[in-house]
């Protein structure tokens, strides 16, 4: 969030630059009162602002069918739609501006507990001795499927944890996540729950790790490795 004002607000920033009736796209995922303060600050110089923070991770973003999540007054929105259906498959607009960033602190919520949930129950089939691979293609179709499961479980019994979306970033949306509950009176049990899993990994030297590596916590507790048996 500070990086992003400072780019956009501060001296020589794009506030300094642009004509009014530009519009400004911002991308990254940031705090949503981020989002409303910035787009209020170029409103005041006639300059239109857009938070449309993506979801998807890296595959998704070489394809071009990235979920983008908007945050725009609805013209605004239309007049910029055509260029963010360029990288993304879904491109919804959400709400004025800040709804975008809402709705991705949402994702990332379902997207670290689906992971934990994942770990947790690797885990315990590990454990108990049943082959974690036949446990995943035994549950990917039902009910516990998702598409966190078949991105991550697979990686994580090849023992693949090379950054798609780090640790450590995870932990930066976290903290924007716990920060906006705080603001709007939102308790977030889970979400700090996973966030102190992924402060211990990072404690550990995990945190440029892919996220699906929260499996280590799992592991480290219960002296167990998810891993195909043979």
Known sequence: SPQVKEVVLGDGGVIEGAKAGAMVIDMSSIEPLVSREIGEKLAEKGIRFIDAPVSGGEPKAIEGTLSIMVGAKEEDFNEAEPTLKAMGASVVLCGDVGAGNVTKLANQIIVAVNIAAMSEALVLATKAGVDPESVYKAIRGGLAGSTVLDAKAPLVMARKFDPGFRINLHIKDLNNILGTGHEVGAPLPLTASVMEMMQ??????????????????????????VTKQA
Do not use: C, M, Q, R
């Open 200 to 225: 211990s990994l990072k404690v550990d030297g995990h945190g440029d790790k892919d996220h699906g590596s929260l499996v280590l916590f799992y592991e480290k507790l219960a002296n167990a490795i």
